[in-house]
């Protein structure tokens, strides 16, 4: 019977090199899922959609893509915010007797207010970009 032997470091190279295969599929989900966290994240000014970055790299016999964003409004955008987000209470001032706020070139003053419901879109980004390929699990 005829045998061959693997060539461990060109099949690691094939599969995670930066030119391969593996690699640029990574890449190609992990911009799609980019676009798309772009495209869903609601939006004012635009800042916050324009803070996700993202990067691929092979670490530990994996290629890893990564999606996110440095901007704190991104995790109360996910979660909610007072008597909707994780604590569920309404937010008082801290140093103020009212909490004062500007939308629409008018000025709100309350002394708390209830908080602002989740409007989570990460998953729902990471699921269009990853389409097809069966890897989005609910983490219920």
Same mark, same amino acid.
């Given at each position: &019977?005829?045998?061959?032997?693997?060539?461990? @470091?060109?099949?690691?190279?094939?599969?995670?090199? !930066?030119?391969?295969?593996?690699?640029? #599929?990574?890449?190609?989900? !992990?911009?799609?899922? +980019?676009?798309? *966290?772009?495209? #869903?994240?609601?939006?004012? @000014?635009?800042?916050?959609?324009? @803070?996700?970055? @993202?990067?691929?790299?092979?670490?530990?016999? &994996?290629?890893? =893509? /990564?999606?996110?964003?440095?901007?704190?409004?991104?995790?109360?955008?996910? +979660? =909610?915010?007072?008597?909707?987000?994780?604590?569920?209470?309404?937010?008082?001032? /801290?140093? *103020? /007797?009212? #909490?004062?706020?500007?939308?629409?070139?008018? !000025?709100?003053?309350?002394?708390?207010? +209830?908080?602002?419901?989740?409007?989570?879109? &990460?998953?729902?980004?990471?699921?269009?970009?990853?389409?097809?390929?069966?890897?989005?699990?609910?983490?219920?």
């Amino acid at each position: &019977m005829a045998g061959f032997t693997w060539n461990e @470091s060109g099949l690691k190279l094939v599969l995670y090199g !930066t030119e391969g295969p593996v690699v640029r #599929l990574v890449e190609r989900l !992990t911009d799609q899922t +980019k676009e798309a *966290a772009i495209a #869903l994240c609601p939006k004012r @000014s635009g800042k916050t959609a324009r @803070s996700f970055q @993202s990067e691929v790299e092979a670490v530990e016999g &994996m290629v890893v =893509g /990564r999606v996110w964003s440095d901007d704190p409004v991104v995790e109360y955008l996910e +979660k =909610g915010t007072g008597i909707y987000g994780p604590r569920g209470r309404r937010i008082y001032p /801290r140093r *103020a /007797r009212v #909490l004062r706020w500007t939308d629409g070139g008018q !000025t709100f003053y309350a002394p708390s207010i +209830k908080g602002m419901p989740a409007q989570p879109f &990460m998953k729902r980004a990471l699921e269009i970009g990853v389409a097809g390929y069966g890897v989005v699990k609910d983490g219920r």
